[in-house]
């Protein structure tokens, strides 16, 4: 809306001297000043969606949530963005539980006041109307404590040294400490799915997953990430691994094929459907982050907290509360009836969180660092 513009040029000198993408100017004489492209530029870099939040007067406004809702109608929620490693800081905007906008929240450890535009509009999958929010098991549609018991009888009477975890780099700290608890008492070989991308100079890494190093610290994952995803498919071959557990990840696409798939008792925990969710015994709705409570640690080694906006569709439970479940009821462990228990008992345990003296109420909004 080229009438409200007054000029100001905090979107020219953004994209100029932040993003180094000098595309803005005015242009014309006189009255007949304007902003615009220069000839032959076009303004189409991965951070435009921040000239729309320093515009003091709405000339620059998203096409995304453009009249999409009423701004004072939306509540704000302090979360974390998943597009990449870096872990920027965003304010959820949502109303009725419907999720409308991404917006940056200051951090000056990790992102500023900015963030890039491709993890601005990384949100409309969590609405997905393929979500999955039913529970599959061998005897149907049954109800959580059911299938959890049976799960947990199974993997109570499985021998040790007979399954393995494919457990997601962009589940929360909480989550992958449980796996790997669940891991340690079942002797069970667990790894991750490594996601690269190309890095900028300013906010996106290399890497894609959001808690890859989460995953490194609380012992899932080593620092060759996916290094042992191959020998999983192996011993599923051989018929030493007769059980696999995934959460997050459809294993099909890294070589853990359908018919390898169809030799193991599968056990699933994932949000939106896939190859690897339909060859499911057991099959486990969860939550995406924005449904729940939990941290992660980016990869500079910042944990950082982020809140529920949403509520989850039909029987989806956050994954904290299933693995509590299924860990209690195989090996015990037990102290915890929160997500803050549950971090402050992490805590105590995991090597670099225990250094740094980590507590859920010390993390603030703007989390801690730990010595990766």
């Known amino acids: 809306d080229a009438e409200r513009c007054i000029l100001c040029t905090r979107c020219i000198r953004f994209t100029k001297d932040i993003v180094g993408d000098d595309a803005l100017g005015i242009v014309n004489r006189g009255s007949y000043n304007t902003i615009s492209t220069y000839p032959g530029e076009s303004f189409n870099n991965n951070y435009t969606l921040n000239t729309v939040d320093i515009c003091p007067v709405g000339a620059l406004t998203s096409n995304d949530f453009r009249f999409q809702m009423r701004v004072w109608f939306l509540k704000e929620t302090k979360s974390i963005c998943t597009d990449c490693g870096s872990g920027c800081n965003v304010l959820i905007g949502s109303r009725e539980n419907k999720m409308y906008r991404y917006e940056p929240r200051q951090n000056d450890a990790v992102n500023g006041h900015w963030m890039c535009d491709s993890g601005r509009l990384n949100y409309k999958w969590i609405g997905r109307e393929d979500r999955l929010n039913m529970i599959k098991s061998p005897k149907g549609a049954i109800p959580w404590p059911m299938v959890l018991k049976e799960i947990s009888e199974h993997l109570g009477s499985v021998e040790r040294g007979s399954v393995a975890i494919v457990a997601s780099a962009r589940q929360t700290n909480e989550e992958l400490y449980l796996l790997n608890h669940l891991a340690k008492h079942l002797d069970a070989t667990t790894d991750s799915v490594p996601r690269r991308g190309k890095a ?27 290094s042992k995803l191959s020998s999983i498919a192996k011993s599923i071959s051989d018929g030493r691994v007769k059980t696999l557990i995934v959460f997050g990840e459809d294993v099909t696409k890294y070589g853990i094929d359908s018919k390898l798939l169809e030799k193991v008792t599968l056990i699933v925990c994932d949000i939106l459907p896939n190859e690897t969710t339909k060859l499911a015994d057991f099959l486990l709705p969860g939550c995406a982050h924005a449904e729940k409570r939990g941290t992660f640690t980016n990869v500079k080694g910042r944990v950082q907290k982020f809140m529920k906006a949403l509520e989850p569709p039909g029987d989806a439970l956050p994954e904290w509360e299933v693995l509590h479940e299924l860990v209690h009821n195989v090996t015990g462990l037990d102290g915890f009836k929160s997500i803050e228990g549950l971090f402050n008992q992490m805590a105590g345990e995991v090597k670099s969180f225990k250094e740094a003296e980590l507590t859920w109420a010390g993390l603030g909004d703007l989390g801690a660092d730990v010595k990766l």
């Not at 490194?216 to 990430?225: D, S």
């Open 200 to 226: 900028d100079h300013l906010m996106i890494v290399e890497d894609r997953n959001t808690n890859t190093t989460g995953a490194q610290l609380t012992g899932i994952t080593t620092k060759r990430v996916g």
